[in-house]
């Protein structure tokens, strides 16, 4: 076993302390990667605090991860010493069922492994990214290209794919009317990359306040969902809605805003139940659905596309003694747009 300095939780809700973990030793398959940089989700912050239900503690979270091949085990073949790489919310997947074999490993039949707070095919306990290395199967780690710096490259391995995908998958670009609700990590991902394909794009935010910096990153337009004018002044304007955020919205006001035939696709985790009359989906002929993050194939994808547009996340790095005040920031939405822990300061007394 090898040893690695980390920012762990012993507790729900504890603060970070920095201790040491132990990562397995190199497989066939497996490379080690010494990490950078590691972006700060709001699902860490859900898990440590553990508001998604039961976590494994002590816990290491972190699934924005990038960083530079340190050693490979003797079956490598995709990685080699020195490479530039990502590893994002998973690590594993059964390989066998329908989903893995189409590259679709984010909806393994038999469950994912996820990149920490669960247990890899050995039962052992799958720590993250806030740690100085990680040891990971190479088919689960992704090329992060030169041209896009380390620490603006780390959130696209969750926040840019997780927009990625459903703006692929119902094909957003020219010609397409697309919304974003919510201008956060998820949704300023979200209007980058939607403008990049060429989409015509909205954002629905609650109020006007960072409407410069909505304009600034791509957004034609962007209007403030707490004036009730808005539904009434958009109505069936759009063919694709991307929500991004994760409170419970009134879906048929947004369900309101679909043209026939258009999508409302959800990638936030409402904590609370959502409902809606039918009638708001039969009427447009639209559909209501969801997306999670993207297989691997489609994340390099995602990062081969951010490279040739020469974009990343818009991030604010921090040092590993700032992530409790960062959790809270993120909490009051007080970040612009993603917060990026400097991995190099755990070794800082």
Known sequence: MATSTALLVRTPGAPFERSTITRRELRAHDI????????????DIHQVRQEWGAGIFPMVPGHEIAGVVAAVGSGVTRHRV??????????DSCRECEPCRA?????????????????????????GGYSQQIVVDENYVVHIPEAIPFETAAPLLCAGITVYSPLRHWQAGPGRRVAVVGLGGLGHMGVKIAH???????????????????????????????DPRTFTALRGSFDLILNTVSATLPLDSYLSLLRLDGAMVNVGAPSEPSSLNMFSLITRRATLAGSSIGGIRETQEMLDFCAEHRMGAEVEVIGAGDVDAAYDRVVRSDVRFRFVIDIATLGQA
């Open 32 to 43: 080690q990667i010494d990490i950078h940089f590691a972006g700060i989700c709001h699902s």
């Open 82 to 91: 020195g490479d530039r790489v990502g590893v994002g919310c998973f690590v």
């Open 196 to 226: 990049a394909l060429g989409a015509e794009v909205t954002v629905l935010s609650q109020s006007l306040a960072k409407e410069k910096e909505g304009l600034r990153l791509g957004a034609d337009h962007y209007h403030a969902t707490g």
């Open 103 to 127: 590259g679709e490993q984010q909806y393994c039949q038999r469950g994912m492994v996820v990149t920490y707070n669960g247990r890899d095919h050995d039962g052992e306990v799958t720590y």
